[in-house]
């Protein structure tokens, strides 16, 4: 369930330029916009029925089968399109993996018969057609229609979920599983493509805030902010400007795992949001991607601005109280300790043992860590032949990557290094990575998906520390 839900959220948040150019000419030029105008939203139709539900198919193919699942899932996904009375998106999403799986089953058994060498191409081309062929008469002539009444009963569904007492019970899942790291998962996989099928159908959708709401985050950082020490309360302070105007949810997690009671708040101020937004019938137009207040505002239809506020502020101040309460005092920052409990480095060779459970806790054992010392640290680098691209990898490639990636930058910067940085999915790690950062959480799985690249975990991408000591040894090597 965990690869399906990071494979769903892959394929939304790679297209979400999209979505949100749709939920823009929604929110300004909508019903519910500041500008109505009916020419404009000419654009909308072809963008959600047409283009959208093409792209999400094209990409979950590549993910799956390559460039060719990619073209063979938008052929198909187009004659799923072509015969549903609704829109795709959804169908887009299991048609287009499904698409790439089949085509990269087939290709390999085909290839593996093949008589002699040079006929690869032309067998790879023709079984692809004949594939795409089929698959889009099937889609046009019944997978279309049964689509259609299978969303058209989802639909009414929801509706009726929305406008029920229960809606507000979910933050009993959504918030424990935010802090496990699944919130990708939970906000582009899930409730995202929720969103915008219904987003599609009524023009906003609460789908979107459920789990991107930034109020408790901000009340967990402001309760462990005013526990700590004066002189403690930078690493706090810092996690709060991220966390509430950059949109990146994963600063506070730390916090919270080293305190677990404080899951208590974060559902308690979860369920109060959610109330909140149900109670005034309020929604975004797309999906805040970051989640921060400035993405919810402008994206909130005009006349549901101020009560999606007051939504995030009532579960912000909720979270706060109930973490007072429960908080007698936190000593330290998570964001300030954790690099320098443990710091490790990996390389796999691929003639080398894997690595096994027992040997993933001795490595995250900061006893452990403390005995290796800077010896193993410092041999870790010298396997770099070189380090021209250091990538950050995150589960969707774009919050908490995306701002270590800036950090790095900064303080390469600062020390007139010149090394290309940036930020990927887990799913998508570029081959050209001489190092990969990644945080712990991700660890093993980095290494399964490339075992022959040198890996720096993190527990924390905050710790401007662990950055200065990271540009110290890159600059020794350099």
Not at 21 to 32: E, L, N, R, S, T
Not at 184 to 197: D, E, T
Not at 354 to 381: H, L, Q, V, W, Y
Not at 398 to 406: H, K
Request: aromatic share 10%.
């Amino acid at each position: 369930m965990k690869k399906l839900g990071q494979l769903l959220s892959a394929i939304v948040y790679q297209n979400i330029a999209v979505i949100i150019v749709a939920g823009i000419i929604q929110g300004v030029f909508g019903v519910y916009g500041w500008w109505y105008n009916d020419r404009i939203l000419l654009l909308l139709n072809p963008i959600n029925n047409i283009l959208l539900p093409i792209l999400l198919g094209y990409t979950g193919g590549r993910l799956i089968g390559g460039q060719q699942g990619a073209v063979v899932a938008s052929i198909v996904t187009y004659g799923l399109i072509l015969s549903s009375s609704t829109p795709a998106i959804l169908g887009a999403m299991i048609i287009g993996p499904l698409t790439g799986w089949l085509i990269k089953k087939l290709d390999h058994i085909v290839k593996k018969k093949l008589p002699g060498v040079g006929y690869e191409l032309l067998i790879s081309n023709i079984l692809a057609a004949m594939i795409a062929t089929i698959l889009t008469i099937l889609c046009f002539f019944y997978v279309g229609q049964t689509f259609s009444a299978v969303v058209e009963w989802l639909t009414k569904l929801l509706e009726t979920i929305i406008y029920s007492g229960w809606l507000p019970l979910t933050a009993i899942i959504i918030e424990p599983a935010k802090v496990l790291f699944l919130n990708n998962i939970i906000n582009f996989g899930v409730l995202g493509s929720l969103g915008v099928q219904q987003a599609e159908e009524l023009g906003k959708s609460i789908f979107f805030m459920l789990g991107a709401n930034p109020g408790p985050g901000l009340g967990i950082l402001v309760a462990c902010w005013l526990k700590m020490g004066i002189e403690q309360r930078k690493g706090a302070k810092l996690a709060i400007f991220i966390h509430f105007f950059g949109g990146v949810q994963e600063v506070y997690f730390p916090y919270v795992l080293m305190n677990p009671l404080l899951i208590i708040p974060l559902i308690v101020g979860g369920m109060i949001g959610v109330f909140t937004f149900q109670m005034f019938d309020v929604g975004l137009v797309a999906i805040p991607s970051p989640a921060s207040i400035f993405l919810f505002i402008g994206l909130a239809p005009k006349e549901d601005i101020l009560f999606i506020i007051l939504g995030i502020l009532l579960s912000a101040i909720a979270t706060f109280l109930c973490s007072v309460i429960l908080l007698k005092r936190v000593p330290d920052s998570p964001l300030l300790l954790e690099n320098s409990e443990y710091v490790k480095f990996q390389r796999v060779e691929k003639d080398e043992k894997p690595i096994t459970k027992e040997m993933m806790d001795k490595m995250t054992d900061p006893s452990m860590n403390k005995e290796r010392g800077e010896t193993e640290i410092i041999s870790a680098f010298s396997n770099i032949d070189k380090l021209e691209n250091i990538v950050f990898i995150c589960e969707a490639g774009m919050g908490s990557s995306a701002m270590g990636a800036a950090m790095l930058k900064k303080k390469l910067k600062q020390a007139n290094l010149t090394i290309e940085v940036g930020n990927a999915s887990i799913s998508d790690i570029p081959e050209y990575a001489d190092l990969i950062i990644c945080h712990e959480k991700f660890l093993s799985d980095v290494q399964k998906t490339v075992p022959n690249k040198v890996c720096y975990s993190l527990r924390s991408f905050t710790d401007m520390k662990g950055y200065d000591e990271l540009v110290e040894r890159i600059n020794n090597i350099v």
